[in-house]
């Protein structure tokens, strides 16, 4: 019953506009009303979508899967499987990385600080004339700088000479979606974001109760108004709502932290499994149904067990909006079978998405 109230309680406050939000965000506290009543800034046209540098010959979007106990070697082998750094030019650049910090949970709940320092290094290693992380914790009354103490990726942050961005504190702008948006016209996004001269993304790998699972896609809630992330929540569409949100934003890189899973629950707690396994892609669609493919394969969710890989409401939205492919023939995955502990991953991406990994490391 108290979640119920609680619910209304938010549901009302945003009928009512910014007095109805300001009247529940001043319960929570000062930053909490600070953040639901931020100015959603000028309206600005929305940014043209990048072409995803990462296809092979015939077109197809390619996804590079790599394992290793150590999320650095991972990481950095997922990267070269799929063509390096060279595709997107980070040289002389300054990149923005949107992580998942959604609480203070660690790993698979946010992204790892092995993941987070092992990306920074890798830009920084390629040249990128700055790093930058942005992140706005989960509900609207967490503090971000509290919450990534917490998980320990602030002190990644500044032990790594990268910057640290709450998008709380950042200037927001407003731009429009695609006409074949359902649930908005427009959504308020930070500045950095929009101005990003590349963009890195790096979500954890976990189930989600509400949209089924939270990798790619999903990523993005951390990244538009608070007033507009209670608004999606209270949607009746949850998978639908959560491809709107990501679809203002064009990462250049997307690399799947998969060193643990959450294969149930989520996205704060749940049951939780090693993984060792790191994905790269540029197409958010194709990486995140190699990724529900995995999180099937523990057997745990029924929400993912319940219908097929490409049948998830969540990527049939995503497509439907142009941000990533829609059937796995349009998918090369990049791989090596014989890595230990990379077989049973590679047999759910082909067996659960229809993706396989050919001898040679090219999909079909």
Known sequence: MARWRSRAAIGAAVALGAGGAALFAARQGVPTAESFLADTGDLLPARPPKPNAYVDGAGRSLVAAASSRDAARGIRDAV??????????????SVVIKLNANSGAPAPASTSPQALAAVI????DHGAREVVVGEMSGPPWHQTVREMTRNGLLDVIENNGARFVDFND???VTVPLPDRSRHFETLSIPRTLYEAERLVAIPALKTHRLAGFSLSIKLWFGAVHPRQRIQAHLS???E??????ASPFWPDLVILDGGQAMVDGGPV????????????SGDRVALDACGVAVLASFGQS?????RPVWEQRQLRAASA?????GSPARVALLADPAVPGLARFLTAMDERAGVRAGAAGVGR
């Open 321 to 325: 909006l142009g941000l990533g492919v």
């Open 269 to 280: 707690a749940g049951a939780v499994e090693p993984a060792n396994l790191y994905l790269a």
């Open 302 to 306: 029924a929400r993912l067990l319940e």
């Open 240 to 245: 639908g709502v959560t491809a709107e949100l």
């Open 236 to 238: 009746r569409d949850v």
């Open 121 to 124: 290094q890798l830009l920084q």
């Open 80 to 93: 070269d499987l799929l063509g390096g750094l060279g595709p997107i030019d980070v040289a002389d650049r």
């Open 170 to 172: 950042d200037r927001w």
